[in-house]
């Protein structure tokens, strides 16, 4: 599990979903570390410039012996990417991305987003409403639908072929998605049922938004 700064709520529901993980091994990305603790998580390792950390927090965690990497503010990726290259050093089986959505910085949250595009394992993007993976050709993605949620399909790769949905109100049979066009966007359950996709080739973005 992997925390960066941007604003993250202790929403109910997310607070639930966290709950789920037995013993996650947890980076934080600098100021991701004061986000991690209102989860009730202290961090196993703390990584970046610590320019987004505040005082006290960082004396609680060096206290409390918390490993520090540190990296000069001028290096060539984010301490976002950065964490997430440590938390793969720890060899997990999956990777929860928390604090990478939203914010004042548009360009922080397109990059994070594509950062799910330079790594095979699966990798989830988190936020209190959101939940997002990059499915690759001969991947399938699986889950059991909420009440009200919305699902898109967005390509990150042109094009994305042999888009197959089950489980979706408006289903897909073997088709093809334009990378710029917004045809899979806002699809929904199409009841309690399991919801599976799949892809022949490409990268597809499949998301999840949850209204309440």
């Known amino acids: ?3 960066a700064a941007a604003p993250l709520q ?3 529901r997310l607070k639930a979903r966290l709950a789920r993980l037995r013993e996650p091994f947890v980076v934080a990305a600098d100021g991701g570390a004061t986000t ?3 989860f009730g998580l202290r961090p196993d390792v703390i990584i970046g410039d610590l ?3 505040d005082a006290g927090t960082l004396a609680q965690l060096r206290s409390n012996g918390v490993a520090f990497e540190t990296f000069p503010r001028d290096k060539d990726a984010t301490d976002g990417q950065l964490a997430m290259r440590r938390a793969f050093q720890a060899r997990p089986s999956e990777l929860l991305l928390l604090g990478f959505l939203g914010g004042p910085r548009l360009d922080q949250a ?3 987003v594509l950062l799910l595009t330079r ?3 699966p990798v989830t993007l988190i936020d209190e409403h959101n939940e997002c993976v990059l499915l690759r050709p001969r991947m399938e993605h699986m ?3 909420e009440s009200g949620e919305i699902v898109s399909l967005i390509p ?3 094009p994305v072929e042999g888009v197959r949905t089950r489980g979706l109100r408006w289903e897909l049979n073997a088709e093809r998605l334009e990378m710029g066009d917004t045809r899979g966007i806002s699809n929904e359950p199409a009841g309690d049922a399991e919801a599976q996709v799949s892809i022949d080739r490409g990268l597809l973005l499949v998301t999840r938004h949850f209204p309440e």
Do not use: K, Q, Y
């Open 156 to 158: 990150l790769e042109h």
């Open 143 to 145: 889950w059991r639908p």
């Open 119 to 121: 790594f095979e394992l």
């Open 10 to 12: 202790t929403h109910p």
């Open 36 to 38: 991690a603790l209102a």
């Open 1 to 3: 599990m992997v925390f």
């Open 110 to 112: 397109i990059g994070n």
């Open 51 to 53: 320019d987004s950390i």
